[in-house]
Structure formats: structure tokens, C-alpha cells
């Protein structure tokens, strides 16, 4: 596999380190694969299904490599600006192609809103946008649960319900957060507070901001980027599930099935292995045509 270049950029707030795989066909766009809050890491094994192309990834503000310089919460116009200023050093102006996944996705449907040219093809996979779905109320009652629990108990109980909520089919009940809450003990996590609350999914605003964003639908169509609203295929029923085909029903656009989970192109990162191989092969097939 190529190996990757790494380099670093600073923007209002933050220093980012993205990382460039060379491409072995010149005319082919560049494919930048980001995501939020996953790092750069996360697309190593899918990065190496596609040598033919330059392939850029980059690490959010406030995850791993990259470091925050600023105390204010990122939301999503946040990072799509920090994607673009990414893009602009990496590669140029575009056109490039994007895949982009969960926190990602939704940052990348407000960088085609703001940006519109750069992205030729967006393949926005799970964007967990809880203010897409029916059950917004009840949903995003039990989004601010979860922050207020990491705020107020620390990591486990926070990040306990959080895989509660995202495991949960259907839509979330309107009692949701009354329910009696999950032990992290179960999910192998800590079940005592350390102190910190600098977790990149449950701190800096992440899980409200990101979920309570609610798309420039205009915007949107009026680019000239196609954007592909995809889904896991053992994701039925599941929050970011229903978030794709709610976006695409919005775009009016088909939404289109991807093999696997939300961590389908995963091949073993953060211990975690969907079906990278078949996943590749999809993208690929979306991204030509």
C-alpha cells in the first residue's frame, strides 16, 4: 500500500494533520475520506483498496493528531471549513470526490452547502442527524441525556447510554431518558469518573452539535456535487439508518446500500472489522458512475 505522507495546517482554532496517499492514475480525482469524530486512522485499510488515486485524510479538530486551540465547541460549518482549507493544501481547488461517514457525512452536507464546486461526488454514509427524523423530540431529549451524563458522571455512564441510543432500532421512545440507565460494566467500560471531559465523541458540543444540525436542503441541491445518501445494510432501523433515508427523501434522491454496518470499511481499526473489501468494491462502483 502507498505510503502515506503526513502534514499539518493550522486554521482559526485548531492545528490539523491530514495525511496524502499518491495515486498511480493521474486523471483520476483525488478521494478524500473523512470523518467525525474517527481520525484518519480509521481509513487505512479502505485507503488501500484505492492506489489508483490520491487519497486524503485528515484528522477533526478535536481528535487524535489535531488539537484544538480554541475553547469554543466545532459544529459542523466548523469542520466543513476546516475540510476545505484541508483540501486547498492537499490537493488544490477540485474537483475531488469524498466519502464520508457518520459525524463526517453531516460535516460534508454542510461543506457542499457552503462550498458548492469543489465536491464532485459526495457518498455521504450514515449521517447520525437525529433532526432529520420523526422522532426528533423524544431523540434528541435522549442526545442531551447522554451529554448531560458525561458531563455530570464521566465517561462510562455517558458513553453507556450513548451505545444504548445508537444499538436501539426504531424510533426512540418518547420515555427514553427516564429509563433506567445502562451499566458500563457491560460494554467493558470504566465505572469510575476519572475527571476528564475531553472525550472527542461525547465532549467539546460533538454528539449535540453534530446530531441536532439540521441540513441547507436548497444549498444543497443547488450544487453541482451528486450526493449519494448511503446506508449499511445491517443498519435497519438504526438512528443513522434512518437519518440517510430521511436526508434522501429530502434531496430526492434513491438512497443507496452499502455492505455491512456503520464501520463497514473498517478492516480491524479502533478493534472494530466490517467488510472493507466488498465496501471498496461498492464505493468504487458509486464513484464511477
Do not use: C
Not at 46 to 74: C, M, N, W
Not at 192 to 220: C, F, K, W
Amino acid at each position: 500500500m502507498t505510503e502515506a505522507t503526513t502534514r499539518t495546517i493550522d486554521v482559526p482554532g485548531a492545528v490539523l494533520i491530514y495525511d496524502i496517499r499518491a495515486g498511480s492514475v493521474a486523471d483520476k480525482l483525488p478521494l478524500v475520506m473523512v470523518a467525525s469524530p474517527m481520525a484518519a486512522a480509521g481509513f487505512t485499510t479502505l485507503a488501500g483498496h484505492f492506489t489508483d488515486r490520491i487519497v486524503v485524510t485528515y484528522d477533526p479538530r478535536q481528535s487524535e493528531r489535531s488539537k484544538l486551540t480554541t475553547d469554543a465547541d466545532p459544529t459542523p460549518e466548523t469542520h466543513a471549513d476546516d475540510i476545505h482549507q484541508v483540501i486547498q493544501a492537499a490537493v488544490g481547488p477540485g474537483p475531488v470526490d469524498v466519502l464520508a461517514s457518520s459525524g463526517g457525512a453531516v460535516n460534508m452536507l454542510a461543506f457542499v452547502a457552503a462550498h458548492p464546486g469543489v465536491v464532485h461526488t459526495l457518498v455521504a454514509h450514515e449521517p447520525p442527524l437525529v433532526s432529520v427524523l420523526p422522532d426528533r423530540t423524544a431523540a434528541l431529549a435522549a442526545v442531551r441525556d447522554v451529554r448531560d451524563t458525561y458531563e455530570r458522571d464521566g465517561l462510562g455512564p455517558g458513553m453507556a447510554k450513548f451505545l444504548a441510543l445508537i444499538m436501539h432500532s426504531g424510533e426512540v421512545p418518547a420515555d427514553w431518558s427516564d429509563r433506567p440507565a445502562p451499566d458500563p460494566a457491560q460494554f467493558g467500560l470504566p465505572t469510575e469518573d476519572d475527571g476528564s471531559r475531553d472525550d472527542p465523541m461525547l465532549g467539546h458540543g460533538h454528539i449535540v452539535n453534530v446530531t441536532g444540525y439540521e441540513p441547507n436542503y436548497a444549498a444543497i441541491k443547488a450544487a453541482p456535487t451528486k450526493v449519494v445518501m448511503a446506508y449499511g445494510i445491517e443498519s435497519e432501523g438504526l438512528i443513522t439508518q434512518r437519518a440517510a433515508l430521511a436526508v434522501a427523501d429530502a434531496l430526492g434522491v434513491e438512497p443507496t446500500a452499502f455492505p455491512s454496518d456503520h464501520g463497514g470499511f473498517l478492516g480491524g481499526e479502533y478493534g472494530q472489522t466490517g467488510d472493507p473489501d466488498s465496501f471498496a468494491v461498492r464505493l468504487r462502483e458509486v464513484l464511477d458512475g
